[in-house]
């Protein structure tokens, strides 16, 4: 898959998230489905990105507990004992 229709596809599967979850603000949408395409942006086969983008954006956009810091860098926070 080119980079122009790697991005072609990425456009439109933020309009099918902002369409499947009009609860949420589309710029938030937005950016979740971009900051886990930032993530997966190092992958040598790029045929299946725009499907593993899509699939973790819907697991993301319906888990509240889901942070921008794990969408941003792929780790869980791990809570401070207290």
Do not use: F, W
């Not at 921008?68 to 207290?82: A, H, I, K, W």
Request: glycine residues 6%.
């Amino acid at each position: 898959m080119t980079g122009d229709n790697e991005m072609i596809e990425i456009e439109r599967i933020i309009g099918r998230m902002i369409a499947r979850y009009p609860e949420l603000a589309p710029d938030t949408v937005e950016h979740t489905v971009l900051a886990i395409y930032r993530r997966l942006d190092g992958g040598r086969i790029r045929d299946y990105i725009p499907l593993l983008v899509e699939k973790a954006a819907r697991k993301a956009l319906t888990e509240p507990q889901t942070s921008t810091v794990q969408l941003e860098t792929g780790r869980q926070q791990t809570p401070v004992p207290s």
